[in-house]
């Protein structure tokens, strides 16, 4: 089973930049994809974005343009480079690959 650990998360103000990490623990983990989701508190959780195990990558509209995923392969890790954060970023960071979860990060977006 694949272990998730997420780390990276914050207080930062609007205009402000985080970026986030998740370290994937198992094998062959190359061949899967790789995915960021969010909840906001009193909302369902939401897909941010995807990296394919050939490094094809997609986002939320929310997010396109202000967000990047990428992936090492060498390190089992995946990244979630937040630029121009806004208040309405703020939520729980989840990432997920081979239907593992992590435990979530929390990034707040606040002045």
């Known amino acids: 089973q694949v272990q998730l650990v997420e780390s990276g998360g914050g207080l930062v103000q609007p205009g402000g930049s985080l970026r986030l990490s998740c370290a994937a623990s198992?094998?062959?983990?190359?061949?899967?994809?790789m995915a960021w989701l969010r909840q906001a508190p009193g909302k369902q959780r939401e897909w941010v974005a995807t990296?394919?195990?050939?490094?094809?990558?997609n986002y939320a509209n929310s997010v396109k343009g202000r967000f990047t995923i990428s992936r090492d392969n060498a390190k089992n890790t995946v990244y979630l480079q937040m630029n121009s954060l806004k208040p309405e970023d703020t939520a729980v960071y989840y990432c997920?690959?081979?239907?593992?979860w992590g435990q979530g990060t929390q990034v707040t977006v606040s002045s």
């Open positions: 198992g094998s062959a983990l190359s061949l899967y994809a």
């Open positions: 990296v394919t195990a050939g490094g094809i990558t």
């Open positions: 997920t690959v081979a239907s593992s």
